[in-house]
């Protein structure tokens, strides 16, 4: 195995080869899940990464064995600069992917077109437009669904995100479904997770087996195929017979994918995330200004990383409000 990989490996012999680096903390919409409704504290300009340290950051760590970069947010699309980011982080030969609420692709599309970005992932969690607007607490719904559209022109597969919140939009379960009949759309149900200020609790849960009945009631057990799973892919996949999409469930509540793990957070303010679920964080940039070498750091985060959750590791963990209120909130964090 090649040296440099093995810094990336931690002590449960998972090798992190994937970088989420959040771009910012602000975003466009307002979502429920995400976004505490009092907003958050935003960290002042100067103690953000500009676009030439998000690249040199992001160097390092491809240097050591990353070999894919998702960026993410708060709403990534809405940095001014982004295109000079993107830009720069193209220029390190791996896959760049990106997550985004949509609004504005259409601006961009033509720069992630040239730069032959494909890997774009839309959140979208209702096909009804007043529905989205009291989730994102923004009215926004028609041009999120033109830009899916223009996406779907564009690339042969698309990824739609749907956080799923009983009571809420647990009804569309089969509509959204129902989509992948004649699109290559891949409904990716993610369960709600609890960050700061999320109201989350088991109640507004909508699980995986759920989920499954859900679907399977429906369409007939014996049409829901179980399809084959990628290499650390965090999603249980899914497709009705006949169909020309899928659908994956994303269960890091019920039944979460630690075992496989491959990845590492970078906060929009530079520091190192293990985990989503982490309380814990390294600050990189800090280190990076200073002009000292931030490996053995990066290392030592990596060496730390608990075997599931950030601890959490039981459910009776995960659902214990005080034990996930140390964690910043999603939009902070980069989902
Ligand atoms: N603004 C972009 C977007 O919405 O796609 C990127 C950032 S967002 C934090 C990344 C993903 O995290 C989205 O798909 C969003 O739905 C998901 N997400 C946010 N809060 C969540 C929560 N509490 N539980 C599960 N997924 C969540
Ligand atoms: Fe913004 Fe994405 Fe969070 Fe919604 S999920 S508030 S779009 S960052």
Known sequence: MNKQVKLLTDTYNREHTYLRISLTEKCNLRCTYCMPSEGIPLTPRTHLMTADEVYEIAKVFVKNGVTKIRLTGGEPLVRKDFETVVRKLATLNVEIAITTNGILLERYFPLLRELNITNITISIDSLNSDKNALITR???????????????????????????????????????????????????????????????????????????????????????????????????????????GSFSIISSVTNPFCDSCNRIRLTANGKLKNCLFSANETSLLDDYRAKKDILPKVKLAILTKLKARGGMDTFEKISDSKLHSDNRSMIAIGG
Not at 140 to 156: A, P, R
Not at 212 to 233: G, L, V
């Open 138 to 244: 923004r009215n926004q719904f028609k041009t999120v669904w033109k830009n899916i559209s223009l996406l779907q022109e564009h690339t042969e597969q698309v990824k739609l995100n749907v956080v799923l919140m009983k009571g809420v939009n647990d009804d569309e379960i089969v509509d959204l479904i129902k989509l992948t009949q004649h699109n290559n759309f891949i409904i990716r149900f993610i369960e709600f997770m609890p960050f700061d200020g999320n109201q989350w609790n088991t109640d507004k849960l909508v699980s995986q087996n759920e989920i499954i009945t859900t679907s399977s009631n429906y369409f007939n057990a014996h049409n829901i195929i179980r399809e084959k799973d990628k290499p650390n892919d965090t999603s249980r996949n899914y497709s009705v017979k006949g169909y020309k």
